[in-house]
């Protein structure tokens, strides 16, 4: 069994995906875009839409990420809350350098990258776009 974490956009899946690539050193796979999805009526996609992306996969080192746009009309609220990924890095320097990616541009840093109790270097970052990260490192 393996979980993977899906995330869903709103019109931001590629511009996150590239971002994600380059802080987490992994590339895009199986990237679709909505124009090459039959149409159906049960989901339309506005032309305005159909280049944004219905499905793309992240690999890196250690595990992998889905994400997705979703469209204006989907009736789900998929929104970029009630969650937080979790990256445990290998080392201080894998630590510090994701950390200074994931803060460019930031919308808060809720912990500063710093030692706790359970961890060598802990922080946690709400990227610019919304998403919720807790970045760790220990020598265990």
């Given at each position: 069994?393996?979980?993977?974490?899906?995330?869903?956009?709103?019109?931001?899946?590629?511009?996150?995906?590239?971002?994600?690539?380059?802080?987490?050193?992994?590339?895009?796979?199986?990237?679709?875009?909505?124009?090459?999805?039959?149409?159906?009526?049960?989901?339309?996609?506005?032309?305005?839409?159909?280049?944004?992306?219905?499905?793309?996969?992240?690999?890196?080192?250690?595990?992998?990420?889905?994400?997705?746009?979703?469209?204006?009309?989907?009736?789900?609220?998929?929104?970029?809350?009630?969650?937080?990924?979790?990256?445990?890095c290998d080392s201080t320097a894998q630590?510090?350098?994701?950390?200074?990616?994931?803060?460019?541009?930031?919308?808060?840093?809720?912990?500063?990258?710093?030692?706790?109790?359970?961890?060598?270097?802990?922080?946690?970052?709400?990227?610019?776009?919304?998403?919720?990260?807790?970045?760790?490192?220990?020598?265990?």
């Amino acid at each position: 069994m393996k979980l993977t974490s899906y995330l869903v956009f709103n019109g931001q899946a590629e511009e996150a995906a590239n971002f994600y690539a380059d802080v987490l050193g992994g590339k895009i796979d199986n990237l679709y875009r909505y124009e090459s999805m039959p149409p159906t009526p049960e989901m339309p996609v506005p032309e305005e839409c159909k280049q944004m992306i219905l499905h793309c996969c992240i690999a890196f080192p250690g595990g992998s990420m889905a994400m997705a746009d979703s469209l204006p009309h989907d009736k789900r609220n998929f929104g970029n809350r009630g969650h937080m990924l979790t990256l445990a890095c290998d080392s201080t320097a894998q630590t510090e350098e994701v950390y200074a990616k994931l803060t460019q541009g930031a919308q808060k840093i809720e912990c500063l990258l710093t030692e706790t109790f359970f961890a060598k270097q802990y922080a946690e970052v709400i990227d610019r776009y919304g998403v919720l990260w807790a970045i760790m490192y220990s020598e265990e």
